[in-house]
């Protein structure tokens, strides 16, 4: 190879070098937020095919932390997260009232049901959660509670008071301390009853012996909130980026795209946003 040759394939070499580290600048600038949420919106597989839709119409990338509401919510009040996206509306109205989240907005719902064994040993099948909890109470059986603080963990507090039990401690009531997927894990493993909401529910594997058995109670309506937490109180918060989701997720095509997933032909989450 002559030298003129050598130095012209020297100079093409170096022309390659501005284009590399430009795509390695533009990845690195990638915007980021981080979102609090409970695990049934993430183990429903929900955000697999909301995220990336939001993503392709904003560039913004979203890092989901999976927890139990309380969890979640409290991660919004140390400033660890940009949004929340959760389903305990006393718990985010109280964050909103106390400072530390803008404004709540209703996105989306499904419902809480009643699973356990087929065979039904307290008899609880119907429509009716508080009776169902009742008898499974006086029967002492098997169940399964997240014991988490979660959304799902705070409204079966509230069936159970509502069904005259204030603590639910008889012998065979086991709280976990988990997320929905592996308390129905466990419940499907010990033939125990266990509250779920029914995205979770849909997309579980591992049933067992497990079916719906109570569901259809409007009391077992699961209502999902979205808000930005408060920059006035945590700077580091990325108001506009977070900000971006909130707009898109309560709009008609991020509510499009809640409506659009589904699993095995049933829908798992109704989107019912308003503009307050």
């Not at 718990?91 to 530390?100: L, P, Q, R, S, T």
């Not at 049901?113 to 959660?129: E, N, S």
Request: proline fraction near 4%; include cysteine; aromatic fraction near 8%.
């Amino acid at each position: 190879m002559s030298f003129v040759a050598i130095i012209s394939k020297a100079f093409r070499a170096a022309a390659l070098v501005p284009i590399v580290l430009t795509a390695t600048v533009s990845i690195a600038h990638t915007d980021t937020i981080v979102m609090a949420s409970t695990t049934s919106t993430e183990q429903s597989g929900l955000f697999g095919t909301l995220l990336p839709a939001f993503r392709q119409t904003s560039g913004i990338t979203i890092k989901v932390v999976a927890l139990g509401t309380g969890q979640a919510i409290d991660m919004g009040r140390r400033g660890d997260a940009d949004v929340l996206f959760v389903h305990d509306q006393a718990a985010e109205e109280k964050i909103v009232a106390d400072g530390f989240a803008i404004k709540r907005f209703p996105v989306m719902y499904n419902d809480f049901v009643l699973v356990g064994p087929a065979a039904d040993p307290a008899k609880t099948r119907g429509k009716d959660i508080v009776e169902a909890l009742k008898k499974i109470n006086a029967a002492n059986g098997n169940f399964v509670s997240r014991g988490d603080k979660s959304g799902t963990h705070a409204a079966e507090l509230r069936y159970w008071k509502n069904a005259g039990v204030n603590n639910p401690a008889f012998a065979n009531y086991k709280a976990c301390g988990c997320g929905m997927g592996p308390a129905l894990n466990i419940g499907s493993s010990t033939n125990a009853y266990v509250l779920t909401d029914r995205g979770t529910w849909l997309s579980f594997k591992n049933r067992g012996d497990l079916v719906v058995l109570v569901e259809g109670d409007t009391r077992l309506f699961n209502q999902y909130g979205v808000m930005v937490v408060n920059p006035a109180r945590h700077p580091q918060v990325k108001l506009a980026e977070a900000q971006k989701f909130v707009d898109w997720v309560i709009s008609p095509a991020g509510q499009s795209v809640i409506a659009s997933y589904k699993i095995g032909g049933e829908q798992l989450f109704f989107p019912n946003a308003t503009r307050q």
